[in-house]
């Protein structure tokens, strides 16, 4: 029996910090013979998120306006785009076929990876690790331990070396 060519990607969440980076070369290092979706989510709609509320010391409100919206989705998508662009090069560089894939954030970056995962039957998800300390992971939350509750394949949790 001919034996099939298993051509399920590996997702590698990438956000350009150093951990991503290590991520994606890792990735591309292990996973030569699959293609490599390098996931860079952006938020939509930031703009409105950065406006201050509207009692905020009964100062008066000016919503922005649609053109300004527009203007800072534009610039998050085009450098979601660059940045999984340079991921790509780094799993490339690694010796793996590699595509980049940013994608909008739909509810939030773990559940969007692990969402693209699924969509994609990957063999596995790749993150790089922060390395928050206790206080900081209560506060900001992190992704890779979210991934690993929503996730349902293999997750590779990647450290940026110790410098000496």
Do not use: C
Not at 18 to 39: M, N, Q, S, Y
Not at 106 to 132: F, K, M, P, W, Y
């Amino acid at each position: 029996m001919p034996m099939t060519e298993d051509a399920r990607p590996v997702v590698v969440a990438f956000d350009g910090s150093d951990e991503a980076v290590e991520a994606a070369r890792t990735a591309g290092a292990l996973f030569r013979d699959r293609p490599i979706l390098v996931v860079t989510v952006w938020e939509p709609g930031l703009a409105m998120a950065m406006v201050p509320s509207a009692n905020v010391a009964e100062a008066a409100y000016i919503p922005p306006q649609p053109e300004q919206i527009e203007a800072v989705d534009k610039a998050q998508r085009e450098h979601a785009e660059a940045m999984a662009e340079a991921g790509v090069k780094l799993a490339s560089a690694a010796g793996a076929p590699a595509q980049a894939y940013p994608v909008p954030d739909e509810a939030n970056v773990a559940d969007t990876i692990a969402a693209i995962a699924e969509q994609h039957d990957a063999v596995a998800v790749v993150i790089g690790s922060r390395g928050l300390g206790r206080v900081k992971r209560a506060l900001l939350g992190s992704t890779s331990r979210k991934l690993m509750h929503e996730t349902h394949r293999p997750l590779l949790v990647v450290r940026v070396p110790e410098r000496s």
